[in-house]
């Protein structure tokens, strides 16, 4: 099988507009039969992971999926428990929760579990986060709690990810690119989500607001609809 997709989300992700992200998730990790895996990790440093689990569970059930279940994956311990790992590459669709960015790549980096979740996209699997979930899915993240960037878990190649640009996640634009010259900044709204699921592997918008690339050469932006080249965003096919 070829390699799933990717969904980028930028935050505030159950409810209104994100729906039309999600249910595109579902449909793509199989439909009624997908079998969606949330990951809570990012929740956990102020116990709000079982909330936050329980809310995405039945939102995904609420967007079609009828298999949504919750792995219990908090801390680095239980991201190398090898039943954990292996129950996690057996979903079609993997979702990472928004939460403590730093915190979730310390649990996740070079653990068994991130292991499952690229062999689960290699498969074909879906690979979906939202605010901090997909931050640590980029070459960079940046951390809010340390003011620092650090390298993240890379699936996506050479960029920055900004989650709920269109509240306070502008705000850390002008330090980014200065602290990363050579890298791509992606800023997403809230209740927004791009997913590479053209039929190149160009990212399609969906969702209530909109979506912006920014490098050394300039910006571009894309609101829900539109696409962006895979030239311009790439996920790093030597993963997996």
Same mark, same amino acid.
């Given at each position: 099988m070829s390699r799933g997709c990717v969904l980028l989300a930028g935050g505030a992700e159950f409810g209104g507009a994100m729906a039309a992200a999600d249910e595109r998730a579902v449909l793509l990790a199989g439909g009624a039969e997908a079998r969606v895996v949330i990951? #809570?990790?990012a929740a956990a440093p102020d116990n709000n992971h079982e909330r936050a689990g329980a809310r995405a569970v039945a939102w995904f059930k609420s967007v079609g999926a009828k298999e949504v279940r919750c792995s219990p994956v908090i801390d680095q311990s239980s991201a190398n428990d090898e039943r954990l790992a292996t129950g996690v590459?057996?979903?079609t669709l993997i979702y990472l929760l928004g939460g403590f960015p730093g915190y979730l790549l310390d649990v996740l980096q070079k653990s068994l579990v991130w292991r499952a979740i690229l062999a689960a996209w290699s498969g074909g699997a #879906?690979?979906?986060?939202s605010s901090a979930g997909a931050m640590v899915l980029c070459e960079h993240l940046f951390d809010p709690r340390t003011d620092s960037v650090r390298p993240g878990?890379?699936?996506v190649a050479g960029t920055c990810f900004i989650p709920h640009l269109n509240t306070f996640g502008n705000r850390w634009r002008a330090p980014l690119r200065k602290a990363l010259p050579n890298t791509t900044l992606l800023g997403v709204d809230e209740e927004t989500a791009l997913i590479n699921d053209g039929d190149t592997g160009d990212w399609r918008v969906y969702g209530g607001g909109g979506v912006l690339l920014e490098d050394e050469s300039g910006l571009i932006t894309a609101s829900s609809g539109e696409t962006i080249p895979a030239a311009w965003l790439r996920v790093n096919l030597g993963h997996g």
């Open positions: 990951i #809570v990790a590459a057996e979903g #879906v690979i979906g986060g878990l890379a699936l």
